[in-house]
């Protein structure tokens, strides 16, 4: 199965030569995002007025994603009010795992393990295959620096990144001045379809939402 977004943006948060994560609470609500998003895209998961449910729990056939449903099957059961934030919040630290668990498995990072002042363990996970990164990142630099067309999942993978002001992760050497504008207007643009549209629109609105809550807790 292919690279999902949640797994996507675990890549790209991920330093090639250390294996430190980079913007780790950002990264890591978008990363659930990203997964969410993907079952949504898949037509297992529906996002409506900021509202989840699991419209067809038939497996997808990838591990990453089948668990994923499962749990929300499981959170959501007959109520058909929860928040599209509630499940980030409940699911990030697990969905970060998850991914990069996934891209072990994939061969694309590798886990390296030691303890931190000789005391506290630590995992890394340097880059073992770059060739997956490479081409997320040669889609993203011709989406939003060259001015080419998005499919839907490149506009919800850049629509997650924008709201998790996540733009140094994707665009390390380019000026933010260049790249958040152009950002933005993927994430508001008309490329998907109404209803991915209207998916992405709330899973970036849940997301942002996130995001700031964590900045004013850290302040």
Known sequence: MAV??????????????????????????AVAGGTLLELVLAGRVTVSGGRLAVADATPTGGALLDERLRTIGDWT?????RKVVAWLTK??????????ESLCARGLV???????LGIFPVRR????DGSVERELRERLAAV???????????????AL????????????????????????EIA??????AEVREAIRNMQAAVAAATVVTVAGAV
């Open 4 to 29: 999902t977004l949640g797994e996507e943006v675990a890549l790209l948060s991920l330093d090639d030569a250390s294996g430190a994560a980079k913007d780790r609470q950002n990264a890591g609500w």
């Open 77 to 81: 059961g007959r109520n058909s009010g």
């Open 91 to 100: 699911d990030q630290p697990k969905a970060v795992r998850a991914a990069v």
């Open 110 to 116: 590798a886990e390296e393990r030691h303890r931190a």
């Open 125 to 128: 996970y340097p880059e073992a």
């Open 144 to 158: 939003v620096l060259e001015g080419a067309e998005p499919d839907d999942r490149t506009s919800g993978l850049i």
């Open 161 to 184: 990144l924008h709201a998790a002001r996540l733009h140094r992760l994707a665009f390390s050497e380019a000026p933010r001045r260049r790249v958040e504008p152009r950002m933005a």
């Open 188 to 193: 508001q643009g008309q490329w998907a379809g």
